[in-house]
């Protein structure tokens, strides 16, 4: 026994003698020229350089319009006539900013529109997760059915049920057409939930609103990652089902849930269908509201060539609305990228 | 199962079965109280949602706004309609069956090279390099950014671009919108370098087409690819380990191992594309739809939707058929 393992000590130190006599003999010119000099290691850089460059061109193209966005905001209405002006303004100005804040009710747009985002991101994350854990762990009668309806919702396209959601919405009770729960306590008198957050809690609460399908699934699968074993041991010390779900289950999903509010509130945020259905009125203001060309603006857009300007203030007011959410990407996109990995989506 | 039969070690023989039941029983409850939530929604506000839009592509409906004076509530008048709103829709509106057949021609150009660019990318994005989590971070921000209100400005810029583009086209190029980046490659050069290969003129078209939609394809591949991504990683390294023990080359590692292990992915993303294309609203028909809304009243818009509806979920049908044929599950083999 000792002996055997004495004897392989000495062969690996005989071998390792030898690979350091070989190696110095070798010049390094002479060992360059085995390393660098062959087809395998011109393939890899011929591949590395294919490489950069694509992702250097794709990530141009993602960002190209970004630029000129942010370069068409700063240029003033002389510059759009001029044909020379090319991405760098000849007059910068932040007059289209101001403009936008002050006659376009910017902030009041942004505070609505981070009220809703908050309340129904936080709404749909609760509501999605208990859904989800609910579809992934437990198996009962109509289960299946049920998981089918939430793939239906996902299906449906908005536009089908448009007006059917602003009628809903604005003559409020539970049931179809003319009778309703509602109307039986009030006397005949249907609720107008209109420019309240109301629709939109109503919704996240019950996984009905944007993408909601899309969390279900991914928090379902991620659910069923989770080891039955973890929830049976803990169901033998004597916890509850819902306690087994508050203390141990919910504590391990952070970082996905983390990840479907992130979703949940910058989808919210860009936001056009719901807000528009749902906050028609002239009290609140929102981003699709904003969408406009400021007073001052008026006669210089109408002039020759002032589409052009008036692309630019379009697309100032979505650098504006996005602004945000930019910042928030910029500090949490790793959540993002993460979380998906993280939830192992499969085909099933 | 290993629960029932650890709760029922130690009870009687007799009482194994109704403690069972039991179990099961009060697992479906939780089950039905988690998803409560979903089921109370579903039955109380969506269904009677998609009750009422399917009723109002078949019914004319007037609202008659509330009396302030006499106290009446508002209330709904119907008027059966029968097919005619759909006939209104396929026989009268010359305009929807022709966007209908584009959009479709657009969806069969776009999702193949939407798959396959996701499914490249993820590949590239999946190795390391230096600078991964930058470009991860930038492939990722059309995800973030560009849907919804995003979208709306950029079809409108290109609305404003369009019905001027005679008054300066010189600096269009300038300007930002969705359809500036495909200015950024030259379509022409494309078509005549394949025109002087020899192949058939239909590859051209297609090719041509992608590099001019190159813009709207990345833009709406970022979910496709995180999909991808997820399960590029859930492959375990040892299949690799021994792949390449054996001496398989990169090319053939990716055919024999990543591609029929990512195979279901394949199958979600297409689902997943042909939903989110039918959907999203840089589609021209949606937009169509949209606007029909206002031009055509709500009872045909409704119908048109609908019509359209039936043939996404057609498609989708079809696609995960065809799909799920070609699909490797890991589990079944193993």
């Not at chain 1, 087994?244 to 509130?265: C, E, G, K, N, R």
């Not at chain 2, 299949?239 to 590692?253: K, M, P, Q, R």
């Amino acid at each position: 026994m000792t002996n055997d393992t004495q004897n392989a000590t000495r062969v690996t130190k005989e071998t390792k003698n030898k690979i350091r006599v070989e190696f110095e003999r070798t010049s390094l010119w002479e060992r360059m020229k085995i390393k660098y000099l062959s087809l395998r290691f011109l393939g890899r850089v011929v591949f590395v350089i294919f490489r950069v460059v694509l992702l250097l061109g794709i990530s141009y193209i993602i960002l190209y319009p970004f630029i000129t966005k942010i370069a068409g905001s700063f240029m003033s209405p002389e510059d759009f006539a001029d044909v020379t002006v090319k991405l760098i303004s000849r007059n910068p100005t932040l007059d289209t900013y101001k403009a936008i804040i002050e006659y376009n009710h910017y902030f009041d747009a942004a505070l609505t529109t981070l009220g809703v985002s908050l309340v129904s991101a936080l709404a749909q994350m609760i509501a999605c997760c208990v859904i989800a854990y609910g579809f992934a762990k437990y198996k009962f009668k109509g289960s299946k059915f049920l998981f089918f309806c939430v793939v239906f919702t996902m299906v449906v396209p908005h536009q089908t049920i448009k007006s059917a959601l602003s009628l809903k919405f604005r003559y409020f009770d539970i049931g179809v057409y003319n009778f309703g729960i509602i109307k039986l306590f009030t006397g005949g008198q249907s609720l107008n939930l209109l420019d309240t957050y109301w629709p939109m809690v109503i919704l996240s609460l019950t996984g009905l609103a944007f993408k909601n399908g899309l969390y279900i699934f991914m928090l379902r699968q991620f659910f069923k990652g989770i080891p039955d074993s973890l929830e049976e041991s803990a169901y033998i010390d004597g916890s509850g089902v819902f306690r087994t779900f508050v203390q141990i289950i919910l504590p391990l999903s952070v970082p996905m849930l983390i990840t479907v509010f992130l979703f949940a509130f910058s989808w919210q945020w860009t936001d056009n269908f719901y807000v528009s259905i749902f906050f028609p009125g002239r009290e609140q203001y929102v981003f699709t509201k904003i969408l406009t060309v400021p007073a001052p603006f008026r006669e210089a857009v109408n002039q020759a060539g002032g589409s052009l300007f008036n692309q630019a203030i379009m697309n100032t007011c979505a650098i504006m609305i996005i602004l945000p959410l930019v910042v928030v990407y910029l500090f949490c996109q790793r959540f993002l990228i993460q979380g998906i990995e993280r939830s192992g989506i499969t085909g099933e | 199962m290993n629960k029932a039969q650890i709760a029922s070690q130690g009870a009687l023989p007799k009482k194994r079965k109704q403690r069972r039941v039991s179990l099961d029983r009060k697992k479906a409850r939780a089950g039905w109280f988690f998803v409560l939530p979903f089921a109370l929604g579903f039955v109380l506000v969506y269904l009677p949602l998609i009750i009422e839009s399917i009723v109002s592509s078949f019914f004319t409906v007037t609202v008659k706004a509330a009396d302030v004076i006499t106290g009446t509530p508002a209330s709904y008048r119907l008027q059966a309609a029968g097919l005619s709103h759909y006939q209104e829709a396929l026989f009268e509106n010359s305009d929807f069956v022709q966007n209908l057949i584009t959009g479709m021609q657009q969806l069969i150009i776009d999702i193949p090279a939407i798959i396959i660019f996701s499914l490249f990318m993820a590949v590239i994005l999946n190795q390391k390099m230096m600078g991964r989590a930058v470009f991860r971070a930038i492939f990722f921000i059309p995800v973030i950014i560009s849907t919804g209100i995003v979208a709306q400005v950029d079809n409108m810029t290109t609305e404003l671009s369009n019905q001027t583009s005679g008054e300066s086209s010189i600096q269009t190029g300038n300007q930002a919108s969705g359809s500036s980046a495909s200015q950024l490659i030259s379509a022409a050069d494309v078509s005549s370098l394949f025109s002087s290969m020899m192949v058939g003129s239909e590859l051209v078209t297609y090719v041509v087409n992608l590099v001019n939609n190159i813009y709207g394809i990345v833009n709406r591949s970022g979910v496709q690819m995180l999909i991808f991504l997820a399960g590029l990683q859930s492959i375990s390294p040892a299949i690799y380990e021994s792949c390449s023990i054996d001496g398989a080359t990169a090319w053939e590692t990716f055919w024999k191992i990543t591609f029929p292990m990512i195979s279901p992915m394949i199958l979600v993303n297409a689902v997943y594309t042909v939903i989110d294309s039918f959907t999203s609203q840089s589609n021209t028909l949606m937009n169509f739809i949209n606007n029909a809304f206002i031009t055509e009243g709500n009872s045909v818009a409704t119908a048109m939707a609908w019509i359209y509806f039936v043939i996404v979920i057609l498609i989708v049908a079809v696609v995960g058929g065809i799909l799920s044929a070609f699909i490797f599950y890991q589990r079944r083999e193993g």
